[in-house]
């Protein structure tokens, strides 16, 4: 058990072969988005046909299964090239605290000898050499409440927020327009608003959340300035800045090319690909890991009411993650 933040932990399992190998760690996140809505039972494995249906089946249970029974596999082969491990994190669709606890940590202590590590998301057992990164912060407005039978007796956060939001869509949002040729174009919204207490109170505080998609190349200096400029001569707080960095390929490159032979003995497609959402790879390949995502399933199915993954995907992926263990040094 690995410590993280807020009494929660991380789970690592390792099979040691030699203490001078070479190690490959695998990762697969263990919480969800939320079950409300879904149209399957949520918390229970249920199939048809070829489906797996389940809150987290595709994103990403489905690769950390594969993950751990090839793990199970491997340990109990002959001979074992390499020492092989799997962590499974917490928090990833929230804040990424579990990525973060083990790139400060333990992965420290594997990066000496570390050959690689794998990603588990829903990339339909492509590998994923890059990807875009997430800034968010909130933003927060004040004013004086006040009894809203006279409303010139306070001054309404709300308000200023409206400024804050038309300063914002007009001269912040159309500036997140760069690309990046693997993971496509930067993004920005305003995702949360919330303010008020009653319906005859003048509102003395409002906030929203911000969502910034940085495209590799793209820095937190460089958006924050941004930002600021877009809102000068309004007053706002800001605060609960939050980061994953962008993957840019380089930090996949070397583990990509050692790991085409496993794809070509499995007849799988080793194309390099991006993609436009964020996962835990960045953390690890900013502590200085070779760091790659890949894992069974499509996109467009997670977090849906109906989430599902093939078993044939379920079973290739095993299939994969285990020849990756077993390549030559």
Not at 150 to 179: C, H, K, W, Y
Request: with cysteine; glycine share 8%; proline share 7%.
């Amino acid at each position: 058990r690995c410590p993280v933040a807020e009494n929660r932990f991380n789970l690592l399992i390792t099979t040691e072969t030699d203490p001078a190998a070479d190690w490959l760690l695998f990762e697969s996140h263990l919480d969800t988005v939320s079950i409300e809505g879904m149209t399957v039972p949520p918390c229970t494995l249920t199939t048809a046909g070829d489906r797996l249906y389940g809150r987290g089946a595709c994103d990403t249970k489905g690769s950390g299964a594969a993950m751990l029974w090839a793990l199970k596999d491997y340990a109990k082969a002959s001979p074992r090239p390499r020492n092989a491990g799997l962590v499974f994190t917490v928090d990833e669709e929230a804040r990424m605290l579990g990525a973060q606890a083990f790139a400060a940590e333990e992965l420290r202590e594997f990066l000496p000898r570390l050959r690689g590590m794998i990603v588990g998301e829903p990339t339909q057992l492509r590998p994923v050499v890059a990807h875009n990164g997430a800034l968010r912060w909130r933003t927060i407005t004040r004013g004086v409440a006040a009894h809203s039978s006279d409303p010139t007796q306070g001054r309404s956060a709300i308000s200023a927020m409206l400024r804050v939001v038309d300063a914002l869509e007009q001269r912040f949002v159309p500036l997140a327009n760069r690309e990046f040729p693997l993971t496509g174009r930067a993004a920005a919204s305003i995702n949360v608003i919330r303010g008020g207490t009653a319906v005859n109170i003048i509102p003395d505080y409002c906030e929203i959340i911000c969502d910034r998609r940085l495209v590799p190349g793209e820095t937190v200096g460089q958006v924050l300035a941004e930002r600021d400029a877009a809102l000068a001569g309004l007053s706002v707080a800001h605060d609960n800045e939050y980061l994953a960095p962008p993957l840019p390929p380089g930090s996949s490159a070397v583990l990509h090319a050692w790991m085409q032979p496993a794809f070509a003995a499995l007849n799988l497609p080793a194309a390099a690909l991006g993609v436009p959402y964020a996962t835990n790879a960045s953390h690890y390949a900013a502590a200085g890991a070779h760091v790659l995502v890949l894992g069974p399933g499509n996109i467009a199915q997670a977090h849906t009411r109906d989430e599902w993954l093939e078993r044939t995907a379920l079973a290739r992926a095993e299939n994969l993650y285990g020849a990756l263990m077993r390549l030559p040094p």
